[in-house]
């Protein structure tokens, strides 16, 4: 997970340090938050699922038509978030 972190260093300027720093996590959604996008955060036993929705470009994942499933939450907000800086920066992932 340490890649991923420092990819999201990279785009988004955010340190996290591990797994468990949900509050600089947090802040990730925030600025996607603000950015307008909406992101769905789903947790059950055995079912971790982010998925984020925009006005201009729709849901992120059902466009590909399957929504995947993270290990954590953590996980799938950072990847949910490299993947809309993709779509934001390149019209597609």
Sequence with gaps: MSEL???IRAEYGIE??????MTNVWRL???LKD????VYIITAR????????????GSLY???GEIPHFRNVVEG???TALHIRELERNGTL
């Design 16 to 21: 996290i340090a591990d797994e468990n720093d």
């Design 46 to 57: 055995g079912r971790e699922q982010v998925d984020a929705w925009h006005p201009n470009y």
């Design 62 to 64: 059902a466009q590909f």
């Design 29 to 31: 959604v925030e600025m």
């Design 35 to 38: 950015k307008g996008w909406v």
């Design 77 to 79: 907000i950072c990847v």
């Design 5 to 7: 972190f420092e990819k």
